[in-house]
């Protein structure tokens, strides 16, 4: 399948490594990943209770944080989106700052496309990835909090 719109992304700083390595140098390596810069999201396991990281690309609308749910286009939610639709109070780590936050999904409507163009401003791939699966790729808008 040709995706012309596609840029590959350099794979050498994913997963456990990605997170690993953010949190030892407080984002000196893996803030910026592919020339976006990423944060890491903690969220509670659905099922474990336990917390799970995982490092995401992200963008900003005003105050609140955006990320999304694409999984490159696979075809199932990733984990992260249901962690946080079973308990939407997770926390984000962007550089060396720790940030309570709340997440919501924005699902449709002109919220959403508005978000979609934001995102895909500086993450062009989303559109192919959308383009890969029949689901609507949620944006997640993580809002800070206080810790109370």
């Given at each position: 399948?040709?995706?012309?719109?596609?840029?590959?992304?350099?794979?050498?700083?994913?997963?456990?490594?990605?997170?690993?390595?953010?949190?030892?140098?407080?984002?000196?390596?893996?803030?910026?990943?592919?020339?976006?810069?990423?944060?890491?999201?903690?969220?509670?396991?659905?099922?474990?209770?336990?917390?799970?990281?995982?490092?995401?690309?992200?963008?900003?609308?005003?105050?609140?944080?955006?990320?999304?749910?694409?999984?490159?286009?696979?075809?199932?939610?990733p984990s992260w989106y249901l962690n946080?639709?079973?308990?939407?109070?997770?926390?984000?780590?962007?550089?060396?700052?720790?940030?309570?936050?709340?997440?919501?999904?924005?699902?449709?409507?002109?919220?959403?496309?508005?978000?979609?163009?934001?995102?895909?401003?500086?993450?062009?791939?989303?559109?192919?990835?959308?383009?890969?699966?029949?689901?609507?790729?949620?944006?997640?808008?993580?809002t800070p909090t206080?810790?109370?």
């Open positions: 399948m040709s995706e012309p719109a596609y840029q590959k992304p350099d794979l050498a700083l994913v997963g456990a490594e990605h997170v690993a390595r953010y949190r030892e140098t407080d984002g000196e390596v893996g803030y910026e990943w592919n020339g976006v810069p990423t944060l890491l999201l903690t969220t509670t396991g659905r099922r474990t209770g336990e917390p799970r990281t995982k490092a995401l690309i992200f963008g900003r609308d005003g105050e609140d944080y955006l990320v999304v749910a694409s999984t490159g286009g696979a075809p199932k939610h946080l639709l079973a308990h939407p109070a997770a926390e984000i780590q962007v550089k060396g700052a720790h940030i309570p936050v709340v997440a919501r999904a924005v699902a449709s409507g002109a919220e959403r496309a508005r978000l979609w163009r934001t995102v895909t401003g500086y993450w062009p791939n989303y559109d192919t990835y959308q383009a890969r699966t029949d689901r609507l790729i949620p944006v997640v808008v993580l206080t810790d109370t």
